[in-house]
């Protein structure tokens, strides 16, 4: 069963732009949730889908929002990207929710804004 | 609101020591608790759980007992390796099922 699947890697934006990055989850799983981790901050919650609704969402500015498809792949997107955006993405997927059950972790998408 | 408080790292042993990394947790209702583990170089995955007091997760030789009286999901391993460097992380359910609240990682160093 293929895993947890985030693209692109690595990401370098400037201040202003905005970005999108998708996140594949695993086969049969429903619940996607997206995370911001930072060396300060450590991991924070951006929000959570289960098919196609937003149930959940972190304290994070309007600038950052997301969607999930039919397929259960989801996107976030971030708007007029700030130098404190920079921090890797993680999103992690789960068949009922974050709470309930073990996480699978994608590796990351790394954010940097130069 | 609910919350996570863990030790400070980084947390520096020699291998075969004996560790414990504190987890401390204020909470409404009956969260369940996680420990996840971030190795280097890989993604974040569960180390072991307990869904409510008194339960003991276990895995890999790592143990977490959920402590309703002293609010606390402290890890402890009888005798670390060189591979058990990572970063720890503690979680609990929110109100719902539908989000994690994470302390901010407790990163682990082995010496040989």
């Known amino acids: 069963k293929a895993g947890v699947t985030q693209t692109p890697r690595y990401l370098i934006k400037t201040r202003g732009q905005q970005v999108t990055l998708s996140c594949s989850p695993i086969?049969?799983?429903?619940?996607v949730s997206w995370y911001q981790q930072t060396p300060g901050q450590g991991l924070q919650f951006l929000f959570e889908?289960?098919?196609?609704?937003?149930?959940n969402k972190g304290n994070f500015p309007g600038r950052f929002s997301g969607r999930q498809f039919s397929n259960s792949r989801s996107e976030m997107n971030v708007s007029t990207l700030e130098l404190g955006d920079s921090a890797l993405y993680l999103c992690?997927?789960?068949?009922?929710?974050?709470?309930?059950?073990?996480?699978?972790f994608g590796s990351g998408t790394q954010l940097s804004v130069l | 609101g609910n919350s996570v408080t863990q030790m400070e790292g980084p947390v520096t042993l020699s291998e075969e020591a004996f560790l414990t990394i504190n987890c401390t947790y204020t909470a409404t209702g009956y969260p369940s608790l996680f420990w996840y583990v971030q190795y280097p170089g890989e993604g974040l995955q569960l180390l072991l759980k307990a869904t409510k007091a008194d339960d003991k997760g276990s895995n890999k030789g790592f143990e977490a007992t959920y402590r309703k009286e002293t609010t606390s999901f402290h890890l402890e391993k009888g005798s670390v390796q060189v591979s058990d460097s990572a970063v720890y992380f503690c979680?609990?359910?929110?109100?719902?099922?539908?989000?994690?609240?994470w302390g901010a990682g407790t990163k682990l160093i082995i010496k040989p």
């Open positions: 086969s049969g799983h429903r619940s």
């Open positions: 992690a997927s789960s068949t009922t929710g974050p709470g309930g059950e073990k996480l699978f």
């Open positions: 979680a609990l359910s929110g109100d719902s099922n539908y989000q994690l609240i």
């Open positions: 889908y289960f098919s196609e609704t937003q149930r």
